[in-house]
């Protein structure tokens, strides 16, 4: 029993890899590839990988769309979740971080179900909305720059159908959003979207302390 959520130290996350994380050969393969790089800060965490796919299966999802890709591990955590005839329409403007995440999308033989936008999200996301697929999809996982996270939100939430679950990465950005002498751009626009999320009565909420922090949002 605890009151509060447990603070993680390197034993017990350990112990947490070993006993709570079934991570695939080619998910352990792109994670070591990305962690040679010097971006690797961007890739999430396994055991929120795994909290993906599992989300996707308990949502019953068939169309998802993820705003950021990088070297595609969400992506391919998102996607296994989905049933073979599913779409995941992946937003990013990187070729150079996408192109790694294309070969792991083949070696995971997902290729099939994963359908890449390379163009800035917010003109993916209304394209999308233009060509009447409001309220169509069933899942949305918002991990981009987060100066746009609100207009990300507010587009994904157009697009989901009623029930439908966005999931909002980094809502807790190493501990700075609590912090309020960190005044920068990205840590004010989380926070704001935090605050704004905690009042929004169009969704079921719930903001749940896995990696950064990600929020739940089901729409009503």
Known sequence: MSKQTLNMNDSLYQYLQVTGVRESKVLHALRDETNRHEMARMQIAPEQGQFLTLLTKLTGSRKAIEVGTFTGYSAICIAEGLPKDG???????SEEWTSIAR?????????????LRLAPAMETL????????????????IDADKTNYDNYYEACLRLLRPGGLIAV????????????????????????????????????????????????????
Not at 103 to 115: E, M, S
Request: contains cysteine.
């Open 87 to 93: 779409k995941l329409i992946c937003c990013d403007v």
């Open 103 to 115: 070969r792991y999308w083949c070696l995971a033989g997902l290729t099939d179900r994963i359908d």
């Open 169 to 220: 990465d980094n809502v807790l950005w190493d501990g700075r959003v609590a912090d309020p002498t960190e005044q920068d751009d990205d840590t004010c626009a989380i926070r704001a979207l935090n605050e704004k999320l905690m009042r929004d009565k169009r969704i079921d909420y719930s903001m749940v302390p896995i990696a950064d922090g990600v929020s739940l949002a089901r729409k009503k």
């Open 126 to 141: 209304n394209k999308l909305l233009d060509e009447g697929h409001a309220r169509t999809f069933d899942f949305a996982f």
